[in-house]
């Protein structure tokens, strides 16, 4: 069955940077796109881009451009996001997902949170 | 960006229908998808392009709407339906959700 599995919570400190992984099983991992979607109790669920798992081309959504880097590992078919220069308003919890382009994100890894506090 | 308007929260018993809307700020075609998230697990695809079942929902659930107007309805609703519910388009950039609709069963 189709399964992303994202690594463990994360707690760093304000101006450092933290990478989130996403291995995906169950598929074909090039042939669907990996989405990252952050999610607030007080902004609810952001999009913040996605990568072309098998070109690696990325699309970000402009408010996360500088602050998520998202890079993938197509022989470990391992998706990646970076976050960078963290401060508490990027506490969050943080999605990976499989997008179907257009046709919503059917799976859905279990979140990944990051706390940034010094 | 679009914002997507939902009622905040909605109370039934079991057996009753519901009917849980969503507002697009500009039209959305019928792009627009449904998730269902319970608490401490991640969201759950449930509807696709307005009307499309996902994989194993079942059939309880429906959705209907097209250009600004969306409705996901469940019928009849179960004691598991316990949940919030958020829509998401996918028709213009980016991707926006709207802030939920808590669903809770009498």
């Known amino acids: 069955q189709v399964q992303l599995q994202q690594s463990g919570a994360e707690l760093a400190k304000p101006g450092s940077s933290v990478k989130i992984s996403c291995k995906a099983s169950?598929?074909?991992?090039?042939?669907?796109?990996i989405s990252w979607i952050k999610q607030t109790t007080g902004q609810g669920l952001e999009y913040i881009g996605y990568?072309?798992?098998?070109?690696?081309?990325?699309n970000y959504n402009e408010k996360f451009k500088g602050k998520a880097t998202l890079t993938v590992d197509k022989s470990s078919s391992t998706a990646f996001m970076q976050l960078s220069s963290l401060t508490p308003d990027d506490s969050a919890v943080y999605y990976c997902a499989r997008d179907l382009r257009r046709v919503g994100m059917d799976a859905w890894g279990q979140g990944a949170s990051v706390t940034v506090s010094s | 960006d679009t914002v997507l308007t939902q009622s905040p929260a909605l109370a039934v018993s079991p057996g009753e229908r519901v009917s849980i809307s969503c507002r697009a700020s500009?039209?959305?075609?019928?792009?627009m998808h449904w998730y269902q998230q319970k608490p401490g697990q991640q969201p759950k695809l449930l509807i696709y392009?307005?009307?499309n079942l996902a994989s194993g929902v079942p059939a309880r659930f429906s959705g209907s709407g097209s250009g600004t107007d969306f409705t996901l309805t469940i019928d009849p609703v179960e004691a598991d339906d316990t949940a919030t519910y958020f829509c998401?388009?996918?028709?213009?950039?980016?991707?926006?959700f709207g802030a939920g609709t808590k669903l809770e069963l009498k």
């Open positions: 990568i072309n798992t098998g070109s690696g081309g990325t």
């Open positions: 500009e039209g959305v075609n019928s792009y």
């Open positions: 392009k307005a009307s």
């Open positions: 998401q388009q996918s028709w213009n950039d980016p991707p926006t």
């Open positions: 169950g598929y074909t991992f090039t042939s669907y796109y």
